[in-house]
């Protein structure tokens, strides 16, 4: 074990799965996996995420060797890798940290963050030819009701975003009604409804807000639909 190692093997034995000290990579390379120690309730938790990231078409490569240098997060850490800008690829690391905000003081609050290279990911715009986003209101406000229609909806999310909508839906497990309450209060121009009748129809409900109409819409392409909609007036 590196000296590095050795200090922090009380206090912060992790770091010795992401040591590049070649002594310390032996030892990791004979150790079992972390992913082989998983609780019940984290390995299907892990087993949701990757289901999730597969459905925004996230090509997500399973690392059970990365840590992140602060010792608070709990389940998933992970990095963000671009390989456009050569070797000091990681363009962005984080994790979920469910214990932080009770351990300061705060409410028991689940929570998720990540720190960023500025100097990167402005590197890796320009070489991507991004131009910054016109902040504004949000175009979609995604409802759903059932496990089933949240599965859908992180798909449809993912697909109205990059076609170009402002698009947000429930990160808290609100009810229906809280959902919608928050829709409004977002001022969206769209909910885009989804329950279990819009799942077996194929159409989810769309609600424009300001009209305060509603009808059904197909959801195989209904980002070109909801174009087409606000492309009208
Ligand atoms: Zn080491
Ligand atoms: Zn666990």
Known sequence: MCPACRERYERNPLRLLDCKEDSCRALVAGAPSVLKSLCDDCASHFERLRGYLAAMGVDAVVDPLIVRGLDYYTRTVFEIVATEIG?????????????????????????????????????LMEKRGVVPPDPGLLDVYVVTLGDAARAAAVQMVSGLREAGLRTDWDHAGRSMKAQFKYADRTGCRFVLVLGEDELAQGAATLRDMAAGRERKVPMDGIAGTLKAIMGEK
Do not use: H, K, N, W
Not at 103 to 120: H, I, K, L, N, S
């Open 87 to 123: 070797a000091q690829s990681a363009v962005c690391g984080g994790g979920r940290y469910d214990g932080l905000i009770a351990q300061v003081g705060g409410p028991d609050t689940p929570a998720m963050g990540f720190g960023m290279g500025m100097e990167r990911l402005l590197l």
